[in-house]
């Protein structure tokens, strides 16, 4: 089965850094668009960023503009998530999925067509 891997969570102090990376299991991410998403205990899960399978487009949560940062090596076959001046309020697991309709544009919206889900990488923030 088609999947994700995620990984570079952790335990973390509010204001710092952390990069999470997500990386197919069993097939490449080229034509794919690209979403992260997190869910927080008692918490829907949310749209964080995504990023179009060109690179070309990224779309980011308000919540996280201007402390995350979405990119992707394809070469690499992996998509990266750069979340700078971390709060509690990110405490969540976060999710990597592929938009299964790939368009210029991306959405950040839980279900299709995101598909290929992940396990999820743990994000704690706290002193």
């Known amino acids: 089965q088609w999947q994700f891997v995620e990984s570079g969570g952790g335990l973390v102090q509010p204001g710092g850094s952390l990069r999470l990376s997500c990386a197919p299991s069993?097939?490449?991410?080229?034509?794919?668009?690209i979403g992260w998403f997190r869910q927080a205990p008692g918490k829907e899960r949310e749209g964080v960023s995504c990023?179009?399978?060109?690179?070309?487009?990224?779309n980011y949560a308000d919540s996280v503009k201007g402390r995350f940062t979405i990119s992707r090596d394809n070469a690499e076959n992996t998509v990266y998530l750069q979340m700078n001046n971390l709060g509690p309020e990110d405490t969540a697991v976060y999710y990597c999925?592929?938009?299964?309709?790939?368009?210029?544009?991306?959405?950040?919206?839980?279900?299709?067509?995101?598909?290929?889900w992940g396990q999820g990488t743990q994000v704690t923030v706290s002193s």
């Open positions: 999925a592929a938009d299964t309709f790939p368009l210029p544009t991306c959405e950040l919206r839980v279900g299709s067509p995101y598909d290929f």
């Open positions: 990023i179009t399978s060109s690179g070309g487009f990224t």
């Open positions: 069993g097939f490449t991410l080229d034509y794919y668009g």
